[in-house]
């Protein structure tokens, strides 16, 4: 085989494996958000009193949380936006704010915690709200909205 041979074939490797990495990626991105609106589900009927406050349920749902944030800024290579992303290309055009979104709602996650860990319930209702402004913060600017 050529070398020329070879460049061209790993060209083609290339050009043809990013759109199945952003894929992967995307659709990684898409259950894990899925997790996140589960959890914070499951939260705030503990916090609005429809369901009844399970200390342990709650640890578990934040640590569930955290654990889903963990690596979540690498399931957003360039290219991952469009067809039935709900990202809107804008992200990397901004991916410092971006990024320090994402940094505000793993502290905050982190905060939510801590807060479970404590026990107060007064804290634990302040965290969860700073969990959701975290989370609405960037998904007002860089989500599209759907019905």
């Known amino acids: 085989?050529?070398?020329?041979?070879?460049?061209?074939?790993?060209?083609?490797?290339?050009?043809f494996a990013q759109p199945i990495v952003a894929n992967d990626?995307?659709?990684?991105r898409?259950?894990?958000?899925?997790?996140?609106?589960?959890?914070?589900?499951?939260?705030g009927s503990m916090i609005k009193g429809r369901s009844?406050?399970?200390?342990?349920?709650?640890?578990?749902?934040?640590?569930?949380?955290?654990?889903?944030?963990?690596?979540m800024l690498d399931l957003f290579p360039a290219g991952s936006h469009g067809g039935d992303s709900a990202a809107k290309a804008k992200i990397w055009d901004n991916?410092?704010?971006?990024?320090?979104?994402?940094?505000?709602?793993?502290?905050?996650?982190?905060?939510?915690m801590d807060a479970a860990d404590e026990g107060d319930e007064k804290a634990i209702k302040k965290?969860?709200?700073?969990?959701?402004?975290?989370c609405s913060s960037c998904h007002k600017k860089y989500r599209i909205k759907r019905n």
Request: glycine share 8%; aromatic share 10%; hydrophobic share 45%.
């Open 127 to 134: 965290a969860f709200g700073m969990v959701g402004k975290s």
């Open 95 to 112: 991916w410092e704010d971006f990024s320090a979104k994402n940094q505000a709602a793993v502290d905050a996650i982190s905060g939510l």
């Open 30 to 43: 898409e259950e894990r958000m899925k997790t996140l609106g589960s959890e914070a589900k499951t939260m």
């Open 52 to 71: 009844e406050f399970d200390a342990d349920q709650f640890s578990f749902s934040a640590e569930s949380m955290a654990d889903v944030m963990e690596g």
């Open 1 to 15: 085989m050529s070398v020329k041979s070879f460049v061209a074939g790993l060209a083609n490797c290339l050009l």
């Open 25 to 28: 990626a995307f659709e990684e």
